[in-house]
């Protein structure tokens, strides 16, 4: 990497110190410097848009208040309380760290970078985020706004979402970092990243790096940072069965620990193979996944749904079952549960979305089958 010139260094530095000590928005998990909260904000904040993860952020810390609280927690209640967040192993993550952190290190978040990212879920941002804002360590915390910023201030050539080229990031923030101020300073270049070096439309002329800003001199500041070419996003069909009893209570079945939205529940059924219908899939996969027989009743919605890496279409229909009593496969809990029960559960979100389907339907039309 070429010498940093002192123009820029002062520019990312000292001024950037300065507008945020005048921009920076009160958010909750600044009002001191608690270890706990700031490891739960920062893992909010990994996936999710600040707006969006302040009211979960103090219905968790209300709900959870201590790390020991969230450590006897049930995983139930920690995954009912991440509820519509997605991202759920993040919820997984941070339940089993607390364990771990009450088992093995006193109930106290670790100060030190090995200890903490050894914890479940703590990767390198969060262990730096945690150690220089909530311990005032050295450690240059590199988000995605972060890198924006730094890419943007550079006119950085290389694409984004290269490794090489997200590891000269890191090493830029490491170098710039002004020494006993990480903490004020990693959150400044965040919030700078958050409120006006946005990644559409950023307002460079109210940015406090515009002097120095090279993707600015350009004239073309949102070209910045360089992407790769975009892979196309695949798409599943998934077909789910609404199984009623005669108590009228749905048949809901808990996703494996392990797997993507581990831990969560939802109307059981699967993808849809290749050539198949959607009525053959879900016959199929109740009998693979509950050893049962279905007939197949009227259709109860469907969703479109977007996940990280892929997308959904999620069709549910009406199942009664003819054959077999539903058992979960490898040991896979599954549960009957009233219709009013149902909130008490941490639902994926696309079953959350089908069963809204479900309640503004006019009833005759969904419960004739
Ligand atoms: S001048 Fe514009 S592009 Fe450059 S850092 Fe500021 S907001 Fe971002």
Not at 18 to 35: G, M, V
Not at 38 to 49: A, C, D, F, V
Not at 295 to 300: A, I, K, M, S
Not at 305 to 313: A, K
Request: aromatic share 8%; net charge positive.
């Amino acid at each position: 990497m070429s010498p940093i010139p002192d123009t820029l260094r002062r520019a990312v530095t000292e001024d950037l110190l300065a507008w945020f000590a005048r921009h920076r928005r009160p958010l909750p998990w600044r009002s001191d410097r608690d270890p706990y909260r700031i490891w739960i904000s920062e893992t909010l904040l990994q996936q999710t848009r600040t707006q969006q993860a302040w009211p979960y952020f103090e219905r968790f810390l209300s709900r959870f208040p201590t790390l020991e609280s969230l450590a006897r927690a049930e995983l139930d209640d920690v995954l009912k309380a991440w509820e519509g967040l997605g991202y759920y192993a993040r919820a997984r993550h941070l339940h089993r760290a607390a364990r771990e952190i009450l088992l093995r290190h006193g109930g106290r978040i670790p100060d030190r970078w090995e200890a903490l990212r050894a914890l479940p879920g703590v990767g390198d941002y969060t262990a730096a985020a945690v150690l220089s804002i909530a311990y005032g360590q050295d450690y240059a915390a590199v988000d995605g706004n972060v890198m924006r910023v730094l890419s943007r201030v550079l006119a950085l050539p290389d694409p984004i979402d290269r490794a090489s080229t997200r590891r000269t990031l890191r090493a830029l923030a490491q170098e710039l970092l002004p020494r006993g101020q990480a903490g004020e300073w990693n959150q400044a270049l965040m919030e700078l990243g958050a409120l006006v070096c946005r990644p559409r439309k950023p307002h460079c002329a109210s940015c406090p790096l515009q002097a120095v800003c090279r993707a600015r001199a350009t004239g073309r500041s949102e070209a910045y940072p360089i992407k790769g070419a975009r892979r196309p996003v695949p798409h599943y069909t998934v077909v789910v069965g609404l199984i009623e009893d005669a108590q009228g209570r749905w048949l809901l079945a808990r996703r494996p620990e392990g797997k993507m939205l581990g831990g969560l529940w939802e109307l059981p059924g699967g993808k849809v193979r290749s050539g198949e219908e959607l009525a053959e899939a879900l016959r199929r996969e109740l009998r693979e996944e509950l050893g049962i027989e279905v007939r197949l009743g009227p259709p109860v919605g469907v969703v479109e749904h977007t996940y990280s890496h892929f997308r959904i279409t999620l069709h549910g229909f009406r199942c009664h079952i003819q054959q077999g009593t539903p058992e979960g496969r490898e040991g896979q809990d599954i549960r009957w549960v009233a219709p009013e029960e149902i909130g008490h559960y941490a639902l994926a979100r696309a079953t959350q979305k089908l069963l809204a389907q479900l309640a503004q339907a006019p009833q005759g039309e969904l419960f004739s089958g």
